[in-house]
């Protein structure tokens, strides 16, 4: 067995980079940062994959220094996610704690992988001189990824959701102030990150989300109403990506194509 490594790189605090207990043997564990595609240009590689400055509050050498939660198997049979693994809280969590930041492989729209169960949407700032309405990226843990991927919806196992994505960025001016080189413009850092809701969560208790409605900004109304009609359905509907008006998110898809596998698992039974 190889030694643990540790980290101190930027803030001072020492943490594994290992992966934690209960990780899957055929999935990359990523602790310090997402991973870019071979495809993805280098300014998106930058606001994404990069190292976070180290007084930012989202800092994963911050976040698994709290050491929140715990990876474990699904055991009742009528949970939804049966068989699988689940994200749970080791200690109680105060309400509006961030949590997790969530890494995967950041990816451009053409390599997204409709069988993915884990390939949430993000949507990318134009980086050219001229400005634009910037484009749809993915970041899709399927392969590699942290603990956040272990978070389930919370339909079918709760009331409600006890956690929430949220974006993160990271202003420029925040990040140009600790470059040294003067030939390279600054930009900003993104990402998604889970954080707790508006209640404690006690020990013990699953961290549950919401993967529905409300993620991104509006789309056409014809696709809106194809989506929500596939996601009611529980149908692995295909969401449509023609529309170049607003971003379109993979969790609505995500979320539907499981609900359709485990529908189908179900069945099976």
């Not at 105060?94 to 949507?123: A, C, K, M, N």
């Not at 600054?186 to 208790?205: N, V, W």
Request: charge should be negative; include cysteine.
């Amino acid at each position: 067995m190889s030694k643990q490594r540790t980290s101190s790189r930027d803030v001072g605090i020492r943490y594994p980079l290992s992966a934690p207990v209960n990780w899957p043997e055929d999935v990359s564990y990523l602790a310090e940062a997402c991973s870019p595609s071979p495809n993805l240009s280098p300014e998106h590689k930058r606001i994404f994959c990069s190292p976070l400055p180290a007084d930012s509050p989202f800092h994963p050498a911050l976040l698994r220094s709290q050491d929140w939660t715990v990876i474990k198997p699904i055991t009742s049979p009528a949970h939804p996610a049966y068989g699988q693994s689940g994200l749970f809280a080791k200690k109680a969590i105060p309400p509006r704690t961030i949590l997790l930041l969530y890494f995967g492989q950041v990816h451009t729209e053409e390599e997204s992988d409709e069988s993915s169960d884990y390939d949430l949407g993000v949507w990318a700032p134009s980086t050219g001189p001229s400005g634009g309405d910037g484009m749809r990226l993915g970041i899709d843990a399927t392969k590699m990824g942290n603990e956040a991927r272990f978070v389930n919806d919370y339909r079918g196992v709760a009331q409600r959701a006890n956690v929430e994505f949220q974006e993160y960025e990271i202003p420029a001016a925040a990040v140009d102030s600790l470059s040294d080189r003067d030939d390279v413009p600054a930009l900003p850092l993104r990402g998604l990150y889970f954080q707790s809701g508006s209640r404690e969560i006690k020990p013990g208790e699953e961290l549950l989300t919401s993967y529905g409605k409300g993620f991104w900004a509006a789309r056409k109304p014809a696709e809106v109403e194809e989506d929500e009609k596939a996601l009611t359905e529980g149908q692995a509907g295909t969401i449509s990506r023609q529309s170049q008006a607003a971003p379109v998110s993979h969790v609505e898809a995500m979320l539907a194509r499981q609900r359709a596998r485990l529908q189908g698992m179900k069945s099976a039974r």
